[in-house]
């Protein structure tokens, strides 16, 4: 089966600008989570989709930063507009239930 | 809530040699217990994981962890390490059911010929 497909792999954005990551999960998981990592950090919980719905957004950091899940597919990411602090890499990852996460790469999004 | 801490940023080994990465979590609540890898350029890889039942877990590539309740420890080991191991290696918590994962700064493991 395929992955968990995130795109743009890389993205190096200005301070103020607008960016948008998206989250492919496994086919037929119905629950998605984004993960972020700040440099020399922990990896860090943002939120969490049941199909489209959010069941937990309690990591997100502020309100510069928007997800969607329309229909219950795939997933984006919204920040607007960057900050430097926002620099890191974003994980998403998406399991069927209360199983184990299957990670994608990533999304390494600098901010200068 | 729940915390882990890999006290090992970084952990240097020859090729062969044993290894064991260190990993202490807290929590009021039963957990269920995980380590993850990351390779180069790639995603997270669960590697192994503890749920219940036998606290030593066996995972993929030689790896194996031990829980330890009573420590509140999930040391993971390997015995002989390979060149191809060299990763970041990430401990993870989860209250017991839920998958909300709090994770360890991570280990970052280099095998040295």
């Known amino acids: 089966e395929a992955g968990v497909t995130q795109f743009p792999s890389h993205s190096v954005i200005e301070k103020g600008q607008t960016v948008t990551l998206r989250c492919d999960p496994i086919s037929g998981h119905d629950n998605l989570y984004w993960y972020r990592r700040v440099m020399g950090k922990e990896i860090k919980f943002l939120l969490h989709f049941v199909k489209e719905s959010k069941q937990d957004e309690s990591g997100m950091p502020n309100n510069r930063f928007l997800a969607e899940r329309t229909g219950g597919t795939y997933s984006t990411l919204k920040v607007q507009p960057a900050e430097l602090e926002d620099s890191g890499v974003y994980f998403c990852?998406?399991?069927?239930?209360?199983?184990?996460?299957?990670f994608g790469n990533g999304t390494r999004l600098t901010v200068t | 809530a729940q915390s882990v801490t890999q006290l090992d940023s970084q952990v240097p080994v020859f090729e062969e040699a044993p290894v064991e990465l260190r990993c202490n979590y807290s929590?009021?609540?039963?957990?269920?217990l995980f380590w993850y890898v990351q390779y180069p350029n790639q995603g997270l890889q669960l590697l192994l994981k503890?749920?219940?039942?036998?606290?030593l877990v066996k995972g993929i590539n030689g790896f194996e962890a031990e829980f330890n309740k009573s420590q509140t420890s999930f040391h993971l080991r390997k015995p002989s390490v390979h060149i191809s191991d060299t990763a970041e290696y990430f401990c993870a918590v989860t209250r017991a059911r839920r998958n909300k994962l709090t994770f360890g700064t991570g280990t970052q493991l280099k095998v040295e010929l």
């Open positions: 929590s009021s609540v039963s957990v269920y």
């Open positions: 990852a998406s399991s069927p239930n209360n199983s184990p996460l299957h």
């Open positions: 503890y749920l219940s039942g036998s606290t």
